[in-house]
């Protein structure tokens, strides 16, 4: 019997215990014993079918030899961290959902890990119930990744969709995703992009190969999103879409950030609607490769953190663990990246030629919606300063 410990019962937390219960069967069968959930780290005892499994004493988890494997469902830096570090310490597997804790702390977590020769997994943490860090980091080991982008927040991706689908004001589809349970009461992690900003520097770290800080990585999000840009970018082939990207620079430096994009109709991206993810990843020897399912959710986190625990007990030894060096330099401001822009602005195709040139015109009506040529963000500024922008995003492609 390979016995494990939770911590945190959450959501996710509680989708843990039953996937464990209720593939008991299939996991016994690929791990060659049954799974059990020995212990359930809480703050406060809840009534129900985990009772008796439940403690408020973290001791009697990081001290009991039985448990080879805890999961860390607790969210947040201060509390997940210190439990996570004295579990490592104490020669235990640790898996976990936190994107924040591996965005912040997961490169010296790692390391700990590598020391006391056992794994820190997090395929949870960044697509939910989608595989990504595992192709990312083993399937496509033979490609130099380029570029890594996609729509990570389930959240912001419901209400852009709304916004489509409807013409619901961002008020409304909010107010709509929070009596479904997509939003939470407070969403300013969801709807402000910082939840998409520790997905993309978990991304980046791991596709480039060294540590992306979250401090640095610039992040917008849809709050400020006018239905107005969301129907003229329909009207004329495009795609509202909340994005993470990272990104190879041409000297070999790195960039990251998350802001809306208007995306083409003809890009798969276009199509991800609802609560669903997707990212794309682009290698030198493969093209993009594209990775899409639901990202968030009590099962599908479940499910990803289940199959991280089946897999640290039963890696070798010798496999060479999944890691990140500690230097940050090399980050480069996004402005620095070239793309064609999507203004809106206060005033006519006249002004809007005086400050860009040749534009290519998407509405005129008191207003002038227009899309640049290729420029780098840092001259999309310098260049709209003498308009009154009423909006501004960039256009992927």
């Not at 620079?249 to 798969?268: C, F, Q, S």
């Not at 399912?293 to 009590?298: D, L, V, Y």
């Not at 990803?304 to 030894?317: F, G, I, K, N, R």
Request: aromatic share 6%.
């Amino acid at each position: 019997m390979i016995q494990i410990a939770i911590m945190g019962f959450g959501t996710v937390g509680t989708g843990v215990a039953r996937v464990v219960a209720e593939n008991a069967r299939q996991i016994e069968r690929k791990l060659g014993e049954p799974l059990q959930v020995k212990a359930i780290l809480v703050r406060r005892f809840q009534d129900g079918p985990y009772r008796q499994l439940m403690t408020d004493d973290f001791e009697k988890i990081v001290g009991d030899d039985d448990i080879r494997v805890v999961v860390e469902t607790i969210g947040g830096v201060e509390a997940a961290y210190e439990y996570t570090r004295r579990a490592l310490e104490a020669g235990k597997h640790v898996v976990t959902a936190n994107k924040q804790l591996v965005a912040e702390r997961g490169c010296e977590l790692l390391a700990l890990a590598k020391r006391k020769n056992v794994s820190y997994l997090f395929e949870a943490s960044v697509g939910g119930g989608i595989p990504i860090l595992h192709p990312l980091t083993q399937c496509m080991a033979a490609n130099r990744i380029d570029e890594v982008y996609g729509i990570l927040n389930g959240t912001t991706n419901y209400i852009l969709t709304r916004m489509v689908r409807t013409g619901a004001f961002f008020s409304d589809a909010l107010r709509e995703a929070q009596a479904k349970g997509y939003a939470e009461a407070d969403p300013t992690a969801d709807v402000e992009g910082i939840d998409a900003g520790r997905k993309i520097c978990i991304l980046a770290d791991l596709a480039f190969g060294s540590q992306v800080d979250p401090a640095e990585v610039p992040v917008e999000g849809i709050s400020r999103l006018s239905l107005r840009d969301v129907k003229i970018a329909q009207r004329a082939g495009y795609r509202v879409k909340l994005l993470g990207r990272a990104v190879r620079m041409p000297g070999g430096g790195r960039t990251a950030y998350v802001a809306p994009h208007l995306i083409p109709e003809d890009n798969p991206l276009s199509g991800v609607e609802d609560v669903f993810n997707a990212v794309m990843l682009r290698g030198n020897a493969t093209g993009e490769v594209m990775f899409y399912g639901r990202g968030a959710g009590e099962l599908p986190t479940a499910s990803a953190c289940v199959a991280d625990v089946m897999e640290a007990l039963q890696s070798s030894p010798r496999r060479e663990e999944t890691g990140w060096s500690a230097d940050t330099a090399g980050f480069e401001d996004p402005l620095e990246l070239q793309s064609r822009y999507y203004f809106r602005v206060e005033g006519s195709l006249t002004d809007a030629a005086m400050a860009f040139g040749q534009v290519e015109v998407l509405s005129e009506d008191g207003e002038t919606a227009f899309l640049t040529d290729a420029i780098t963000g840092r001259d999309a500024l310098r260049q709209s300063r003498p308009l009154h922008v009423l909006a501004c995003m960039r256009v992927l492609g």
